[in-house]
């Protein structure tokens, strides 16, 4: 059973978040905001947010970096980086994940001794050698197939570090992370070596639609957790919330991060071959074409490329990765993304994981009648949520983005991706999660479920819970099944 700090604690999180929900239904104005608040919010006043530090000057040694990638709505983006990205031997990249000074000439400079981070190796499990030994007894199967808050450095020079969330000192240097710009188009040169090409994981917060947000303190913990395990590039999406942007605002945002990133490799690949017409001689007339079209890519193409993503990022290995009502998104996404083909060329949606989604319905599960009072998220807190999020006319426990197992949802599940879900014993949600991953199966998706016992709904992810034995043994579990999919030949995954 959860802890008497657990009962506690959701005690009060379900009062408050409860009367917040009630105050927006009751609120003529969230109702009208809904439908005429085009640009929408991302982050609520009262979210603790950690800021971004584009160097890798952190313990965990990942850099992050704020992009507002939608001038007309508040969509926005966190890329969390690993510094494993710097190591030109892929096979040694995994042994340097908490060693990875070790292999480049010049390490990236590190805190005063004495000062923690927002991401101390020793607060999410990374941690090399005996210490790791105290996640093995957690209990967990796999039958299918104190505190959160980060302390954070009063030094004004630590801070500095991450002004404006872009690596921007006060006399305006930008002091982050920033890749040779001729790196990912002409290769290593002799100065300067090539990094990695890492995976890519789309990551979507939970909060039932209306609140959390990328950049908040527990979603920067648990994506900087993830980056590491994974090694893999993390992009957090702060997608619109509800109320002021109601259905379908979120999952378009969710698409258009994919499609985004698709952008980015497109516009990396031609100001690779633009580099390669600057390195070409000739001239005449077929040259002066060129410099022609060279210099309206450097106009219109190239000042858009994002250079870690451009440097670094594998978009043909791209994951998904939702948590609860960022785990309707996800879904939501990854089907689009198969609808849409090669026409998001060059990115392709390799797997998706599925973190005790935001599932309802009509008809109760056993698990809906059992626990609906659950911890944390209860089902008729969660209904709330739902009629916030959806519009008016359209408010049905049965719409396409609320039950995945009604009727028509496009495409067939023969074609998704393979999907992991993973789901919470004490959670009402868990029973129709379980359903439509046996319904993946049933069409041979590969499609584990692990079942984590003793688990509420966001063991994982919750701020309180960040810390425990539980929320970082899933992570590492999950890393472990990611790395059957994005794992590159040569260099396969062994268990």
Known sequence: MPTVAVKLYSVFFKLLLKRRLQTWIQSPDAAAAGGSNSFGVSCRPEEAVAAANPTFSSLDGVATKDIHIDPLTSLSIRIFLPESVLLSNPSAAAGAIGDSDHHHRHPPPRPPRGVRSASDPEDNGIAEGPRRSRFNNVPRRSSYGGNGVVPTSSSPELRRRSYDGSGLQLDGTYRGYLPSMDEHANGATANHRAGRRLPVMLQFHGGAFVSGSNDSVANDFFCRRIAKLCDMIVIAVGYRLAPESKYPAAFDDGFKVLNWVAKQANLAECSKSMGNVRGSGGGGTETRKLDLNRHVVDAFGASMVEPWLASHGDPSRCVLLGVSSGGNIADFVARKAVEAGQLLAPVKVVAQVLMYPFFIGSVSTHSE??????????????????????????????????????????????????????????????????????????????????????????FATLDMLLKTPLAQACVEDIAIWIKKYISIRGHEFSY
């Open 369 to 458: 009648i059992k626990l609906a009072n659950s911890y944390f998220f209860d089902k008729s807190m969660c209904t709330l949520a739902w009629k916030l999020f959806l519009p008016k006319e359209e408010f049905s426990l049965d719409h396409p983005a609320a039950n995945p197992l009604v009727p028509g949802r496009g495409p067939p599940l023969k074609r998704m991706p393979p999907t992991l879900t993973v789901v919470a014993e004490h959670d009402w949600m868990r029973d129709r999660a379980i359903a439509y991953s046996e319904e993946l199966r049933k069409v041979n998706v590969d499609a584990p479920v692990l079942d984590y016992k003793d688990a509420v709904h966001e």
